[in-house]
């Protein structure tokens, strides 16, 4: 596969992940953010992915519609 690289200015592709339905939206950053990294976590990111974890249980995480 080849790799095209598209510069888009940062506010237009906000609006455009904004406008996406919220299913297309996690399969996006599942195949872009999930897929293409398959090495094991750093003890970092485990401790990040944890954290994360529980703010989302705690309601502590912000809506992706409230992101600029």
Known sequence: MVDKILPI????????????????LLELFWKVLVESDVSPLTAGEKKDLSDGIKEFKNGKTIKWEDIK
């Open 9 to 24: 200015p940062e506010d237009s592709l906000v609006s455009m992940l904004k406008s996406l339905p919220e299913d297309n």
